[in-house]
């Protein structure tokens, strides 16, 4: 019972800090609410089509494919595969992390995973196309040649960081899931 509190902690603060706001000030309460709401049924619309792929990608693609191409001795191969799956992608971020959960499960590097969400969050096919369109292609070649070294950059620390061992698993501490 403690569990499942803590585990929904976040979201009851949340719905609690929109009720205050909306007795304190209906009409920002309403706003926040109605917000809220907005955000819940687009996750739901987007979720489970996710849920469905990333089923089919644990069933379809064998864990040697994923270690071979993502894992811990991929190298170079690995990031740049990290950044073309990612750039191709559709959908909002928080689609992006069943992906890459389901890819760490299948022996993911963990700097190819974090390379995979920081590249959906900020390098898309269609975005890059806008930002041409609408900023000019040496802006948009600059901004690229900026973001993919911090990126890359950023998946090797979090690696470092979370003390990613030989194999590629994270070191299972408190609370933490064993890749």
Request: proline share 6%; charged share 15%; glycine share 8%.
């Amino acid at each position: 019972m403690k569990a499942q509190l803590r585990r929904y902690a976040l979201f009851a603060l949340v719905v609690v800090a929109d009720l205050l706001l909306y007795l304190q000030h209906p009409a920002r309460g309403e706003q926040a609410i109605r917000s809220a709401l907005d955000y819940l049924v687009e996750m739901l619309l987007f979720i489970p089509p996710i849920f469905v792929l990333v089923g089919l990608l644990d069933v379809w693609v064998p864990r040697q494919i994923v270690e071979k191409n993502v894992g811990p001795d991929s190298g170079v191969r690995g990031v740049v595969i990290s950044i073309l799956v990612a750039t191709a992608a559709a959908g909002p971020l928080y689609a992006g992390f069943p992906v890459a959960d389901a890819l760490l499960r299948k022996g993911c590097r963990l700097a190819n995973a974090v390379i995979f969400l920081g590249t959906w969050a900020t390098i898309k096919i269609p975005m890059l196309m806008m930002e041409v369109k609408f900023v000019g292609l040496p802006f948009a070649l600059l901004r690229l040649a900026l973001t993919l070294p911090a990126i890359i950059a950023t998946g090797y620390l979090m690696e470092m960081i979370l003390k990613v061992g030989e194999t590629g698993r994270f070191a299972q501490g408190a609370g933490e899931k064993n890749y």
